[in-house]
């Protein structure tokens, strides 16, 4: 890892409510949301990923929010915007809104229609960066984008684009962990974007994980994070068994639907994902429903036998 990345532990992201009447951005509720993360004792807040329903939003709404979580985070801690766009252009509007605003950081995942030459890349990535002199984290997930940023890519990129430092990494290859940081000679701090593998992430080396599971099992995520840290490895191996099916759940289901849902089952309601996305099926709330349940009664995290495990 560098020495000091800007963004380390738990970075949260967060759902983008809607009105269930009107459709539209609810910013208060977005607000409440915020708070609730960060008052749950998140290390880092990171709106506008996929989670955040992004790809839905119209550009003023992307403002809005932007403006309205950093506003709401008010430096108590880092922050990590998404800022990925089709073109080139927009990418550029959105960074330069989110450093007027005051973010810590910017994230660029390579959102494709055409599949992109390495000079395109490169280009897309250098312009992004040139815009504003916050540190940039590239997002590679092949999965959401189309496009898949081997670790020898993401280097020779890194290498040619000095506020580069920052790596989430979400295809799913623990392997990759370790190489981006080995190739880099441990300039790139490395990031998990894949749920499951946060526990093996982090014995990797990783500086944060990247996810929107804080939204509703916060103190499992936290706890995971501190067990890992603090090499209490049977205590971490515990945590991460029990959590490890409500993380593939909402892996699996899609984020924006599960987390939504599991607001809803919370009584913190932030509306329906947008369409083309629908709401979670009944019949995987109710299972969500239970997982929920589990993770909330179960007493592993207030058993003080193995908290120093």
Same mark, same amino acid.
């Given at each position: 890892m560098t020495a000091n990345p800007p963004l380390n532990g738990v970075i949260a992201y967060p759902v983008t409510p809607f009105d269930r009447g009107t459709g539209d951005v609810d910013l208060a509720a977005l607000r409440r949301l915020t708070e609730e993360l960060v008052d749950a004792g998140s290390h880092g807040i990171a709106p506008l990923g996929s989670t955040g329903e992004t790809a839905y939003l119209r550009e003023s709404e992307w403002d809005a929010v932007c403006e309205t979580t950093l506003r709401t985070v008010a430096g108590r801690v880092p922050t990590l915007v998404g800022v990925s766009h089709w073109s080139t252009d927009a990418t550029v509007r959105r960074a330069r809104v989110a450093a007027r605003h005051g973010a810590t950081a910017i994230m660029v995942l390579p959102l494709v229609y055409w599949k992109l030459t390495e000079a395109e890349l490169m280009r897309h990535f250098a312009t992004v960066a040139e815009a504003t002199d916050l540190p940039m984290m590239l997002y590679n997930n092949p999965g959401t984008s189309g496009t898949d940023l081997t670790p020898e890519s993401v280097v020779a990129l890194a290498r040619q684009i000095p506020n580069l430092t920052m790596v989430k990494e979400s295809s799913g290859d623990a392997a990759r962990f370790r190489a981006i940081r080995e190739l880099s000679d441990g300039a790139l701090s490395v990031y998990n974007g894949s749920n499951p593998l946060a526990l093996e992430a982090?014995?990797?080396?990783? %500086?944060?994980?990247?996810?929107?599971?804080?939204?509703?099992?916060?103190?499992?995520?936290?706890?995971?994070?501190?067990? %890992? !840290?603090?090499?209490?490895? $049977?205590?971490?191996?515990?945590?991460?068994?029990?959590?490890?099916?409500? /993380? #593939?759940?909402?892996? %699996?289901?899609?984020?924006? +639907?599960?987390? #939504?849902?599991?607001?809803?089952?919370?009584? +913190?309601?932030?509306? +329906? =994902? +947008?369409?083309?996305?629908?709401?979670? =099926? &009944?019949? $995987?709330?109710?299972? /969500?429903?239970?997982?929920?349940?589990?993770? $909330?009664?179960?007493? /592993?995290? &207030?058993?003080?036998?193995? %908290?120093? !495990?």
């Open positions: 982090f014995r990797s080396g990783a %500086a944060g994980w990247c996810t929107a599971a804080p939204c509703l099992v916060p103190r499992w995520c936290l706890e995971l994070h501190a067990a %890992a !840290a603090g090499e209490r490895h $049977e205590r971490a191996d515990m945590v991460l068994a029990e959590l490890l099916p409500f /993380l #593939k759940f909402i892996v %699996a289901h899609g984020l924006p +639907r599960t987390i #939504k849902a599991g607001l809803e089952i919370q009584s +913190r309601d932030t509306g +329906r =994902p +947008r369409a083309p996305l629908q709401p979670l =099926p &009944d019949e $995987e709330t109710g299972e /969500l429903r239970s997982l929920l349940a589990r993770l $909330e009664s179960h007493p /592993l995290l &207030d058993d003080p036998a193995t %908290a120093s !495990a």
